[in-house]
Protein backbone atom coordinates (compact mmCIF):
# COMPACT_ATOMS: atom_id res chain seq x y z
CA UNK A 1 0.00 0.00 0.00
CA UNK A 2 1.16 3.50 -0.28
CA UNK A 3 0.28 6.81 1.84
CA UNK A 4 -1.61 9.80 -0.50
CA UNK A 5 -3.54 12.51 0.54
CA UNK A 6 -7.10 13.41 -0.87
CA UNK A 7 -6.61 16.68 -3.32
CA UNK A 8 -9.95 16.16 -4.86
CA UNK A 9 -12.89 14.10 -6.92
CA UNK A 10 -13.61 13.01 -10.39
CA UNK A 11 -17.17 13.52 -11.85
CA UNK A 12 -18.04 10.70 -14.51
CA UNK A 13 -21.65 10.42 -15.97
CA UNK A 14 -20.70 7.99 -18.76
CA UNK A 15 -19.23 5.38 -16.95
CA UNK A 16 -19.24 1.56 -16.21
CA UNK A 17 -22.54 0.63 -14.13
CA UNK A 18 -20.18 -1.36 -11.66
CA UNK A 19 -18.81 2.42 -10.87
CA UNK A 20 -22.32 3.79 -9.93
CA UNK A 21 -22.32 5.35 -6.43
CA UNK A 22 -19.28 4.80 -6.15
CA UNK A 23 -17.16 7.88 -4.55
CA UNK A 24 -14.12 8.78 -6.93
CA UNK A 25 -11.12 10.80 -5.30
CA UNK A 26 -8.20 11.72 -6.97
CA UNK A 27 -5.03 11.51 -4.88
CA UNK A 28 -1.52 12.13 -5.03
CA UNK A 29 1.06 9.69 -3.41
CA UNK A 30 3.64 10.46 -0.59
CA UNK A 31 7.43 9.99 -0.99
CA UNK A 32 9.82 10.03 1.90
CA UNK A 33 12.60 12.95 1.65
CA UNK A 34 14.87 12.56 4.44
CA UNK A 35 12.37 11.48 7.33
CA UNK A 36 9.54 13.91 5.89
CA UNK A 37 7.06 12.73 3.65
CA UNK A 38 5.97 15.03 0.45
CA UNK A 39 3.30 15.18 -2.01
CA UNK A 40 4.73 13.36 -5.34
CA UNK A 41 4.20 14.54 -8.63
CA UNK A 42 1.55 11.57 -9.36
CA UNK A 43 -2.05 11.59 -8.88
CA UNK A 44 -4.40 8.18 -9.15
CA UNK A 45 -7.93 7.69 -9.04
CA UNK A 46 -9.40 5.29 -6.38
CA UNK A 47 -12.35 4.57 -4.98
CA UNK A 48 -13.34 5.12 -1.55
CA UNK A 49 -14.32 2.40 0.85
CA UNK A 50 -13.65 4.07 4.12
CA UNK A 51 -15.01 7.75 4.18
CA UNK A 52 -12.46 9.50 3.36
CA UNK A 53 -12.42 13.32 2.42
CA UNK A 54 -10.72 16.16 1.01
CA UNK A 55 -6.89 16.78 2.50
CA UNK A 56 -6.60 13.54 4.47
CA UNK A 57 -4.10 11.46 4.62
CA UNK A 58 -4.81 8.15 3.19
CA UNK A 59 -3.91 4.72 2.84
CA UNK A 60 -4.51 3.02 -1.08
CA UNK A 61 -4.29 -0.21 -2.08
CA UNK A 62 -3.61 -1.51 -5.91
CA UNK A 63 -4.17 -4.42 -8.24
CA UNK A 64 -6.76 -7.18 -7.74
CA UNK A 65 -6.61 -6.66 -4.16
CA UNK A 66 -8.29 -3.14 -4.93
CA UNK A 67 -11.27 -5.53 -5.63
CA UNK A 68 -11.72 -6.70 -2.07
CA UNK A 69 -13.14 -4.46 -0.75
CA UNK A 70 -17.35 -4.67 -0.28
CA UNK A 71 -17.40 -0.93 -2.17
CA UNK A 72 -15.69 -2.58 -5.10
CA UNK A 73 -16.03 -6.59 -5.10
CA UNK A 74 -16.21 -7.77 -9.07
CA UNK A 75 -15.88 -4.19 -10.43
CA UNK A 76 -12.78 -3.06 -13.27
CA UNK A 77 -11.81 -0.88 -10.13
CA UNK A 78 -7.48 -0.80 -9.65
CA UNK A 79 -7.07 1.27 -6.43
CA UNK A 80 -9.17 1.56 -3.69
CA UNK A 81 -8.39 3.75 -0.24
CA UNK A 82 -8.73 1.06 2.32
CA UNK A 83 -7.87 3.20 5.64
CA UNK A 84 -7.75 6.59 7.15
CA UNK A 85 -4.22 7.40 8.50
CA UNK A 86 -4.02 9.24 11.99
CA UNK A 87 -0.13 8.99 12.34
CA UNK A 88 3.12 8.16 10.87
CA UNK A 89 5.65 7.44 12.92
CA UNK A 90 9.11 7.67 10.75
CA UNK A 91 12.52 6.61 12.65
CA UNK A 92 10.60 7.05 16.33
CA UNK A 93 9.57 10.51 15.46
CA UNK A 94 6.03 11.42 15.12
CA UNK A 95 5.88 12.64 11.26
CA UNK A 96 3.97 15.88 11.06
CA UNK A 97 -0.20 15.09 9.89
CA UNK A 98 1.51 14.48 6.35
CA UNK B 1 -7.25 4.26 -12.12
CA UNK B 2 -5.35 7.43 -13.86
CA UNK B 3 -6.82 10.28 -15.88
CA UNK B 4 -6.01 10.22 -19.20
CA UNK B 5 -6.66 12.02 -23.04
CA UNK B 6 -7.60 10.18 -25.81
CA UNK B 7 -5.23 10.85 -28.67
CA UNK B 8 -5.65 8.58 -31.13
CA UNK B 9 -6.26 5.20 -32.19
CA UNK B 10 -4.26 2.02 -33.05
CA UNK B 11 -5.14 -0.83 -36.20
CA UNK B 12 -3.85 -4.04 -36.20
CA UNK B 13 -5.60 -7.10 -38.63
CA UNK B 14 -3.81 -9.90 -37.23
CA UNK B 15 -4.02 -10.44 -33.66
CA UNK B 16 -5.25 -12.10 -31.15
CA UNK B 17 -9.03 -13.48 -31.84
CA UNK B 18 -10.10 -11.81 -28.53
CA UNK B 19 -9.39 -8.35 -30.00
CA UNK B 20 -12.01 -8.93 -32.87
CA UNK B 21 -14.35 -5.40 -32.69
CA UNK B 22 -12.72 -3.74 -29.78
CA UNK B 23 -11.81 -0.13 -30.06
CA UNK B 24 -8.10 0.25 -29.33
CA UNK B 25 -7.53 3.94 -28.22
CA UNK B 26 -4.02 5.76 -27.45
CA UNK B 27 -4.37 7.53 -24.40
CA UNK B 28 -2.00 9.36 -22.48
CA UNK B 29 -1.97 9.72 -18.59
CA UNK B 30 -2.34 13.04 -17.18
CA UNK B 31 -0.21 13.63 -14.10
CA UNK B 32 -0.50 16.56 -11.12
CA UNK B 33 1.66 19.95 -11.37
CA UNK B 34 0.38 22.27 -8.96
CA UNK B 35 -3.06 21.49 -9.07
CA UNK B 36 -3.26 21.00 -12.93
CA UNK B 37 -3.43 18.44 -14.87
CA UNK B 38 -0.58 18.11 -17.71
CA UNK B 39 -0.65 15.42 -20.03
CA UNK B 40 2.61 12.78 -19.50
CA UNK B 41 5.29 11.61 -22.20
CA UNK B 42 3.80 7.94 -21.92
CA UNK B 43 1.12 6.14 -23.70
CA UNK B 44 -1.00 3.60 -23.16
CA UNK B 45 -2.94 0.95 -25.88
CA UNK B 46 -6.49 0.76 -24.14
CA UNK B 47 -9.99 -0.93 -24.81
CA UNK B 48 -12.55 1.59 -24.71
CA UNK B 49 -15.58 0.42 -23.30
CA UNK B 50 -17.94 3.35 -22.64
CA UNK B 51 -17.97 4.55 -26.31
CA UNK B 52 -14.97 7.42 -25.92
CA UNK B 53 -14.18 10.03 -28.29
CA UNK B 54 -10.52 11.62 -29.91
CA UNK B 55 -9.97 14.42 -27.31
CA UNK B 56 -11.99 13.18 -24.29
CA UNK B 57 -10.49 13.02 -20.41
CA UNK B 58 -10.98 9.29 -19.14
CA UNK B 59 -10.61 7.26 -16.44
CA UNK B 60 -8.93 3.78 -17.33
CA UNK B 61 -8.45 0.50 -15.22
CA UNK B 62 -5.28 -1.73 -15.42
CA UNK B 63 -3.68 -4.77 -14.67
CA UNK B 64 -6.74 -8.15 -13.91
CA UNK B 65 -9.27 -5.42 -13.51
CA UNK B 66 -9.16 -4.17 -16.81
CA UNK B 67 -10.98 -8.24 -17.63
CA UNK B 68 -13.63 -6.81 -15.31
CA UNK B 69 -16.28 -5.08 -18.17
CA UNK B 70 -18.33 -7.15 -20.81
CA UNK B 71 -16.28 -5.68 -23.28
CA UNK B 72 -13.19 -6.80 -22.03
CA UNK B 73 -13.85 -10.40 -20.15
CA UNK B 74 -11.12 -13.12 -20.32
CA UNK B 75 -9.48 -11.30 -23.18
CA UNK B 76 -5.91 -11.05 -23.03
CA UNK B 77 -6.46 -7.24 -22.05
CA UNK B 78 -4.30 -5.33 -19.35
CA UNK B 79 -6.24 -1.80 -19.93
CA UNK B 80 -9.83 -0.69 -20.38
CA UNK B 81 -11.45 2.74 -20.30
CA UNK B 82 -14.09 2.47 -17.36
CA UNK B 83 -15.37 6.03 -17.52
CA UNK B 84 -15.73 9.49 -19.87
CA UNK B 85 -14.79 11.79 -16.97
CA UNK B 86 -16.99 15.54 -16.82
CA UNK B 87 -15.08 17.45 -14.92
CA UNK B 88 -12.18 17.50 -12.06
CA UNK B 89 -11.92 19.38 -8.62
CA UNK B 90 -8.37 19.78 -6.93
CA UNK B 91 -8.55 21.27 -3.94
CA UNK B 92 -12.23 22.82 -4.16
CA UNK B 93 -11.24 24.52 -7.60
CA UNK B 94 -12.79 22.98 -10.97
CA UNK B 95 -9.90 21.86 -13.01
CA UNK B 96 -10.37 23.22 -16.42
CA UNK B 97 -11.54 20.55 -19.10
CA UNK B 98 -7.98 18.51 -18.49
CA UNK C 1 -0.93 -2.81 -23.41
CA UNK C 2 2.02 -1.07 -25.13
CA UNK C 3 3.14 -0.16 -28.39
CA UNK C 4 7.09 -1.39 -28.63
CA UNK C 5 9.22 -2.32 -32.11
CA UNK C 6 10.25 -6.64 -31.66
CA UNK C 7 14.31 -5.33 -31.78
CA UNK C 8 15.51 -8.92 -31.12
CA UNK C 9 15.20 -12.34 -29.29
CA UNK C 10 16.48 -14.39 -26.69
CA UNK C 11 17.44 -18.15 -26.56
CA UNK C 12 17.51 -19.88 -23.36
CA UNK C 13 17.95 -24.01 -22.79
CA UNK C 14 17.46 -24.44 -19.54
CA UNK C 15 14.06 -23.24 -18.80
CA UNK C 16 10.50 -23.90 -16.85
CA UNK C 17 9.10 -26.53 -19.29
CA UNK C 18 6.30 -24.57 -20.13
CA UNK C 19 8.53 -22.51 -22.30
CA UNK C 20 9.12 -25.28 -24.61
CA UNK C 21 8.24 -23.99 -27.89
CA UNK C 22 7.42 -20.45 -27.29
CA UNK C 23 9.75 -17.44 -29.30
CA UNK C 24 10.91 -15.42 -27.19
CA UNK C 25 11.11 -11.53 -28.47
CA UNK C 26 13.05 -8.74 -26.99
CA UNK C 27 10.96 -5.37 -27.60
CA UNK C 28 11.49 -1.98 -26.91
CA UNK C 29 8.50 -0.29 -25.91
CA UNK C 30 7.55 3.37 -27.54
CA UNK C 31 6.95 6.56 -25.59
CA UNK C 32 4.75 9.62 -27.01
CA UNK C 33 7.18 12.37 -27.61
CA UNK C 34 5.35 15.75 -28.97
CA UNK C 35 2.96 14.13 -31.19
CA UNK C 36 5.41 11.09 -32.58
CA UNK C 37 6.46 7.53 -31.19
CA UNK C 38 10.18 7.25 -30.23
CA UNK C 39 11.43 4.02 -28.58
CA UNK C 40 12.54 3.97 -24.93
CA UNK C 41 15.55 3.05 -23.44
CA UNK C 42 13.77 -0.41 -21.66
CA UNK C 43 13.55 -3.40 -22.99
CA UNK C 44 11.12 -6.41 -22.29
CA UNK C 45 10.77 -9.90 -23.52
CA UNK C 46 7.38 -11.16 -24.67
CA UNK C 47 6.24 -14.20 -25.83
CA UNK C 48 5.08 -14.21 -29.22
CA UNK C 49 1.54 -15.49 -30.29
CA UNK C 50 0.46 -13.55 -33.29
CA UNK C 51 3.46 -14.44 -35.58
CA UNK C 52 5.49 -11.46 -35.24
CA UNK C 53 8.90 -10.33 -36.76
CA UNK C 54 11.97 -8.11 -36.18
CA UNK C 55 11.57 -4.89 -36.80
CA UNK C 56 7.22 -4.98 -36.19
CA UNK C 57 5.66 -2.83 -34.07
CA UNK C 58 3.56 -4.81 -31.95
CA UNK C 59 1.05 -4.67 -29.01
CA UNK C 60 1.84 -6.28 -25.78
CA UNK C 61 -0.13 -7.52 -22.49
CA UNK C 62 1.59 -7.66 -19.40
CA UNK C 63 0.55 -9.35 -15.94
CA UNK C 64 -2.15 -12.29 -15.46
CA UNK C 65 -3.49 -11.12 -18.66
CA UNK C 66 -0.36 -12.33 -20.51
CA UNK C 67 -1.91 -15.87 -19.99
CA UNK C 68 -5.11 -15.83 -21.62
CA UNK C 69 -3.38 -16.54 -25.60
CA UNK C 70 -3.89 -20.13 -26.12
CA UNK C 71 0.05 -19.82 -26.72
CA UNK C 72 0.89 -18.99 -22.70
CA UNK C 73 -2.15 -20.35 -20.95
CA UNK C 74 -0.71 -21.50 -17.47
CA UNK C 75 2.61 -20.69 -17.77
CA UNK C 76 4.51 -18.20 -16.04
CA UNK C 77 4.38 -15.71 -18.25
CA UNK C 78 4.13 -11.53 -17.73
CA UNK C 79 4.16 -10.61 -21.01
CA UNK C 80 3.20 -11.67 -24.68
CA UNK C 81 2.78 -10.05 -27.74
CA UNK C 82 -1.10 -10.08 -28.99
CA UNK C 83 -1.22 -7.77 -32.20
CA UNK C 84 0.62 -6.49 -35.27
CA UNK C 85 0.12 -2.83 -35.57
CA UNK C 86 -0.77 -1.90 -38.99
CA UNK C 87 -1.03 1.59 -38.09
CA UNK C 88 -1.32 4.58 -35.48
CA UNK C 89 -3.46 7.98 -35.63
CA UNK C 90 -2.41 11.10 -33.48
CA UNK C 91 -4.62 13.75 -33.65
CA UNK C 92 -6.30 12.67 -36.66
CA UNK C 93 -2.81 12.32 -38.20
CA UNK C 94 -1.48 8.74 -39.45
CA UNK C 95 1.87 8.31 -37.22
CA UNK C 96 4.99 7.53 -39.73
CA UNK C 97 5.22 3.38 -39.29
CA UNK C 98 6.58 3.92 -35.92
CA UNK D 1 10.71 -9.72 -4.31
CA UNK D 2 12.42 -6.11 -2.80
CA UNK D 3 14.70 -5.63 -0.02
CA UNK D 4 14.04 -2.52 2.55
CA UNK D 5 14.64 -1.34 5.40
CA UNK D 6 11.75 -0.53 8.00
CA UNK D 7 11.70 3.06 8.78
CA UNK D 8 8.61 3.52 10.83
CA UNK D 9 4.77 2.72 11.51
CA UNK D 10 1.50 3.78 10.41
CA UNK D 11 -1.74 3.86 12.32
CA UNK D 12 -5.24 4.07 10.81
CA UNK D 13 -8.12 3.88 13.11
CA UNK D 14 -10.61 4.37 10.50
CA UNK D 15 -10.09 1.61 8.00
CA UNK D 16 -11.19 -1.79 6.19
CA UNK D 17 -12.03 -4.42 8.95
CA UNK D 18 -9.76 -7.23 7.37
CA UNK D 19 -6.85 -4.68 8.79
CA UNK D 20 -7.90 -5.08 12.24
CA UNK D 21 -4.51 -6.33 14.21
CA UNK D 22 -2.38 -6.25 10.92
CA UNK D 23 0.64 -4.22 11.97
CA UNK D 24 1.73 -1.77 8.93
CA UNK D 25 5.36 -1.22 8.41
CA UNK D 26 6.42 1.94 6.67
CA UNK D 27 9.01 0.63 4.34
CA UNK D 28 11.87 1.81 2.09
CA UNK D 29 13.05 -0.35 -0.57
CA UNK D 30 16.79 -0.26 -1.53
CA UNK D 31 18.15 -0.07 -5.14
CA UNK D 32 21.95 -1.00 -6.09
CA UNK D 33 24.94 1.45 -6.50
CA UNK D 34 27.60 0.08 -7.48
CA UNK D 35 27.59 -3.21 -5.19
CA UNK D 36 25.88 -1.20 -2.39
CA UNK D 37 22.49 -1.38 -1.69
CA UNK D 38 21.36 2.48 -0.58
CA UNK D 39 17.78 3.22 0.39
CA UNK D 40 15.74 4.62 -2.29
CA UNK D 41 13.52 7.95 -1.88
CA UNK D 42 10.02 5.92 -1.85
CA UNK D 43 8.30 4.01 0.46
CA UNK D 44 5.46 1.27 0.77
CA UNK D 45 3.08 0.60 3.88
CA UNK D 46 3.30 -3.44 3.96
CA UNK D 47 2.06 -5.73 6.43
CA UNK D 48 4.44 -7.39 8.49
CA UNK D 49 3.78 -10.92 8.46
CA UNK D 50 7.24 -11.96 9.89
CA UNK D 51 7.90 -9.74 13.35
CA UNK D 52 9.99 -7.30 11.97
CA UNK D 53 11.21 -4.32 13.93
CA UNK D 54 12.53 -0.84 13.23
CA UNK D 55 15.62 -0.76 11.30
CA UNK D 56 15.97 -4.32 10.58
CA UNK D 57 16.12 -5.53 6.70
CA UNK D 58 13.47 -7.51 4.86
CA UNK D 59 11.83 -9.34 2.23
CA UNK D 60 8.52 -7.56 0.72
CA UNK D 61 6.16 -9.07 -1.64
CA UNK D 62 3.73 -7.25 -3.84
CA UNK D 63 0.62 -7.60 -5.54
CA UNK D 64 -1.96 -10.39 -5.51
CA UNK D 65 0.76 -12.72 -3.75
CA UNK D 66 1.01 -10.72 -0.99
CA UNK D 67 -2.54 -11.79 0.17
CA UNK D 68 -0.93 -15.68 0.64
CA UNK D 69 0.34 -15.36 3.77
CA UNK D 70 -1.49 -16.15 6.79
CA UNK D 71 -2.25 -12.62 8.23
CA UNK D 72 -3.01 -10.88 4.66
CA UNK D 73 -5.16 -14.18 3.30
CA UNK D 74 -8.45 -12.12 1.44
CA UNK D 75 -7.31 -8.83 2.70
CA UNK D 76 -7.34 -5.89 0.51
CA UNK D 77 -3.38 -5.96 1.20
CA UNK D 78 -1.07 -5.49 -1.93
CA UNK D 79 2.41 -5.43 0.49
CA UNK D 80 3.83 -7.72 2.91
CA UNK D 81 6.77 -8.40 4.60
CA UNK D 82 7.60 -11.99 3.89
CA UNK D 83 11.06 -12.15 5.69
CA UNK D 84 13.62 -10.87 7.80
CA UNK D 85 17.12 -10.41 6.26
CA UNK D 86 19.84 -12.16 7.81
CA UNK D 87 22.67 -11.13 5.07
CA UNK D 88 23.34 -10.26 1.51
CA UNK D 89 26.33 -11.05 -0.67
CA UNK D 90 26.63 -9.25 -3.80
CA UNK D 91 29.55 -10.60 -6.37
CA UNK D 92 30.68 -13.11 -3.69
CA UNK D 93 31.03 -10.43 -0.95
CA UNK D 94 28.57 -9.90 2.13
CA UNK D 95 27.62 -6.47 2.29
CA UNK D 96 27.30 -4.46 5.35
CA UNK D 97 24.16 -5.26 7.20
CA UNK D 98 22.13 -2.71 4.73
CA UNK E 1 9.96 -11.20 -18.59
CA UNK E 2 13.07 -9.31 -18.17
CA UNK E 3 16.14 -9.94 -18.54
CA UNK E 4 18.73 -9.51 -15.47
CA UNK E 5 22.27 -10.60 -14.08
CA UNK E 6 22.64 -12.67 -11.22
CA UNK E 7 24.45 -10.45 -9.02
CA UNK E 8 24.40 -12.37 -5.52
CA UNK E 9 21.87 -13.69 -2.84
CA UNK E 10 19.81 -13.19 0.08
CA UNK E 11 19.76 -15.31 3.22
CA UNK E 12 16.30 -15.09 5.66
CA UNK E 13 16.10 -17.50 8.72
CA UNK E 14 12.99 -15.96 10.12
CA UNK E 15 10.76 -16.18 6.91
CA UNK E 16 7.09 -16.90 5.76
CA UNK E 17 7.31 -21.21 5.66
CA UNK E 18 6.50 -21.24 1.98
CA UNK E 19 10.14 -19.60 1.56
CA UNK E 20 11.60 -22.71 3.01
CA UNK E 21 14.53 -24.50 1.08
CA UNK E 22 13.90 -22.08 -1.96
CA UNK E 23 17.44 -20.04 -3.49
CA UNK E 24 16.92 -16.27 -3.06
CA UNK E 25 19.08 -14.67 -5.74
CA UNK E 26 20.06 -10.62 -5.75
CA UNK E 27 19.35 -9.90 -9.78
CA UNK E 28 19.56 -6.70 -11.77
CA UNK E 29 17.86 -6.15 -14.66
CA UNK E 30 19.30 -5.12 -17.86
CA UNK E 31 18.01 -1.97 -20.07
CA UNK E 32 18.77 -1.49 -23.78
CA UNK E 33 21.31 1.15 -24.53
CA UNK E 34 22.05 1.88 -27.98
CA UNK E 35 21.82 -2.03 -29.16
CA UNK E 36 23.35 -3.24 -26.11
CA UNK E 37 22.14 -4.28 -23.00
CA UNK E 38 23.76 -2.80 -19.81
CA UNK E 39 22.82 -3.42 -16.49
CA UNK E 40 20.20 -0.91 -14.37
CA UNK E 41 20.72 0.40 -11.06
CA UNK E 42 17.45 -1.47 -10.01
CA UNK E 43 17.60 -4.67 -7.38
CA UNK E 44 14.90 -7.64 -7.49
CA UNK E 45 14.80 -10.37 -5.59
CA UNK E 46 14.05 -13.48 -7.33
CA UNK E 47 13.35 -17.52 -6.15
CA UNK E 48 15.15 -19.41 -8.28
CA UNK E 49 13.54 -22.44 -10.19
CA UNK E 50 15.99 -23.57 -12.57
CA UNK E 51 19.26 -23.75 -11.26
CA UNK E 52 20.95 -19.99 -11.90
CA UNK E 53 24.04 -19.39 -10.46
CA UNK E 54 26.47 -15.72 -9.90
CA UNK E 55 27.33 -13.92 -12.79
CA UNK E 56 24.58 -15.72 -15.22
CA UNK E 57 22.05 -14.00 -17.15
CA UNK E 58 18.49 -14.82 -16.78
CA UNK E 59 15.17 -14.11 -17.64
CA UNK E 60 12.53 -13.60 -14.85
CA UNK E 61 8.74 -13.19 -14.40
CA UNK E 62 6.91 -11.01 -12.05
CA UNK E 63 3.56 -10.80 -10.32
CA UNK E 64 1.10 -13.77 -10.21
CA UNK E 65 2.60 -15.40 -13.10
CA UNK E 66 5.83 -15.92 -10.47
CA UNK E 67 3.52 -18.30 -8.28
CA UNK E 68 3.09 -20.61 -11.79
CA UNK E 69 6.37 -22.88 -11.27
CA UNK E 70 6.28 -25.75 -9.51
CA UNK E 71 9.14 -24.65 -7.19
CA UNK E 72 6.68 -21.32 -6.06
CA UNK E 73 3.20 -22.48 -6.19
CA UNK E 74 0.73 -21.12 -3.65
CA UNK E 75 3.61 -19.41 -2.34
CA UNK E 76 3.66 -15.24 -1.49
CA UNK E 77 6.61 -14.86 -4.05
CA UNK E 78 6.30 -11.88 -6.93
CA UNK E 79 9.53 -12.77 -8.73
CA UNK E 80 10.76 -16.05 -10.21
CA UNK E 81 13.63 -17.19 -12.66
CA UNK E 82 12.49 -19.05 -15.52
CA UNK E 83 15.48 -19.37 -17.79
CA UNK E 84 18.77 -19.05 -18.22
CA UNK E 85 19.59 -17.03 -20.96
CA UNK E 86 22.32 -18.47 -24.02
CA UNK E 87 21.93 -15.62 -26.59
CA UNK E 88 20.25 -12.73 -27.30
CA UNK E 89 20.45 -11.45 -30.76
CA UNK E 90 19.62 -7.61 -31.29
CA UNK E 91 18.77 -6.53 -34.69
CA UNK E 92 20.19 -9.47 -36.12
CA UNK E 93 23.62 -9.14 -34.08
CA UNK E 94 24.79 -11.20 -31.32
CA UNK E 95 24.88 -9.19 -28.35
CA UNK E 96 28.22 -10.00 -26.33
CA UNK E 97 27.02 -12.62 -23.36
CA UNK E 98 25.48 -9.59 -21.67
Known sequence: MFLAKVIGNVVATQKNPKFQGMKLLLIQPYVNKE??????GG?????????????ECVLFTQGSSA?????????????????????VEVEGVMVEKP
Open 35 to 40: RTLVQS
Open 43 to 55: SVVAVDSVGAGLG
Open 67 to 87: RLTPTTRDAPVDAVIVGIVDA
